[in-house]
Structure formats: C-alpha cells, structure tokens
C-alpha cells in the first residue's frame, strides 16, 4: 500500500528507517544512517543539506523518502517532527501548553521583530540593487508562490502594479507551469519560497530559468534546491522552522523584503512612480465611502 496518499498517517519514521537499513544499498544505507543519526536536527534542515549531509545527491534523498512511503523530503520531515516535536510547538516554537495571552502577545511579537531585526542583516544590499534592476530592464514581472506565499505573493504584485510596473502574480500550480515555460530573456519572475524546496514553485522557477528569464528569490537563508535555479537570491532569516506547514513569522520577513524592494524600485524611477501611485490613488479614493 502508498502510504503517500494519506500524508497523516505517515509515521514512525525512525523505525522504519531501522527496518529497512539491512536492506538498503550503500547510498540509501548513507542517507538513512544520517537522518537516524541527526533527527532533531532533520526537521530543521532542507533536502539539499541532508543530501550534503550523507554525501548523496537530493534525487537520493527523496527515492529513500519514497521507499519509506512518502511523496518526498518534505513529508519524511513533518512526520518526523510529529514523533519528535511537542505539538505545541506546531503552533509555535516558543510557546508552552498553559501559556497566557500576555506570554502569548509578548512571545509572538518578540518572535516577528526577531525576524524582522535578522533579515535586515541578511538582506545583501548588492543582490538588492541587482533584483532592481533585473526588474526595471524588464518587460513585465511574474510573481509565484503558493501555499503561504500566495499572500505575499499577491501582495508583491498589487504594490508592482502601484508603481507602474507590469506586473502579474500565479499562485495556481498549472499557471505557473504554463507562464513559467512561456516566459523569456526579457521577463524577470520573482519567486516567494521560505523553504525553497516547494515542489510547485520550484518546478516553476526551473522552468522559467530554462525559458531565458531573469529567477529572483526571496527565501530563507540557507541552502535549498530552489536556488540553483535563482539568478538573484533576497534572504529572509526568519527563525521559523520548516516542519510547520503554516508559515508565520515568515510572511513577516516576506513582507518587509517586498516593502524594501518595491521601496528601492520606486527610488529608481522616482518620478514615474510618483505619477503612477497619484493617479492609483485617485481611483482607490472613489472606492471607498
């Protein structure tokens, strides 16, 4: 039976891992000797640092993820974490089960500008200024994300289209497929992945890197697969770990990575943007009462 169809009921990871060692060829032997051997540290980590981990290749890693049921890293992972991690702590990292909303407000906010302070010293200025300009030479920029980066993503096109840039977010898999494979030298795509190991996003970003366009990232610092397929990476540092399938503290850093880049694109072509948030400004006004 695949187990894969129903992620939830993918469990024990360790002990099957333990069944099935014997049986294993010598690369799928490395992998998961290293993934028993360093568990806590697993659910933090992405496909790419496991793979570099065992000496192994991320093709590797998944077909061993495979073997043991699943879809892919990525669900090896959270069922890991459910066997090893509080579940309060699927919520969030800091929090305690008799926690009040006092500890609550002051954990979650001390939590945000945590993010917030760290992805500031993250952010390279200089792949900053080259995503501003990638974006500026453009002929129009497509913007991906999915699950929780929908959002943010949606959010990154509607302040683009404020400024005047041609801009268009696909937060639907079989859309960005499509854009992605029709995009070319002169599009830049903008992709918006905390784990950067999203399938969707991922397969996407490929594509379009493939299609001649310009691939910037915004991603949590780290290594990932995403970026062998990125010409320009903007960092986040939230601490949220990826075993969470809801992000949190990440939109966070999303969000003031999109407000900083559109902030700088502005600056570039000041008087264009100044023009065009003036004239969108007009036409927001007579939407409200």
Request: hydrophobic share 45%; charged share 20%; net charge neutral.
């Amino acid at each position: 039976m695949n187990q894969a169809a129903n992620p939830s009921s993918l469990s024990g990871v360790l002990t099957r891992l333990e069944t099935l060692l014997p049986t294993l060829p010598p690369t799928a032997r490395r992998i998961a000797e290293f993934i028993a051997g360093n568990a806590q540290n697993v659910v933090h980590m992405s496909v790419t640092e496991v793979a570099e981990g065992a000496s192994a290749s991320e093709g590797s890693v998944i077909g061993l993820c495979q073997m043991l049921g699943a879809r892919g890293f990525q669900e090896v992972k959270l069922a890991l974490a459910r066997d090893l991690v509080q579940p309060i702590q699927f919520i969030h990292e800091d929090l305690v089960r008799d926690d009040g909303t006092t500890s609550v407000i002051s954990k979650i906010f001390r939590s945000g500008l945590q993010a917030l302070q760290d992805t500031e010293r993250a952010l390279n200025p200089v792949e900053l200024d080259r995503a501003v300009s990638a974006i500026r030479s453009a002929k129009r920029v497509e913007v991906f994300g999915i699950g929780s980066a929908a959002p943010i993503a949606e959010d990154a096109n509607y302040r683009f289209l404020r400024i005047g840039l041609n801009s268009r977010a696909s937060i639907d898999s079989h859309v960005q497929a499509i854009t992605a494979s029709l995009a070319g030298p002169d599009i830049a795509v903008l992709t918006i992945s905390h784990s950067g190991s999203t399938v969707e996003t991922l397969a996407a970003t490929k594509l379009a890197k493939q299609a001649g366009a310009t691939t910037i990232a915004i991603t949590n610092f780290g290594k990932s697969p995403l970026l062998a397929h990125t010409d320009i990476v903007l960092n986040t540092l939230a601490r949220e770990t990826q075993f969470r399938t809801e992000a949190m503290t990440s939109r966070i850093a999303q969000l003031a990575v999109v407000d900083t880049l559109i902030a700088c694109l502005a600056l570039a072509d000041y008087d264009r943007a100044v023009a065009t948030i003036n004239s969108t400004f007009d036409v927001l006004t007579s939407k409200r009462v």
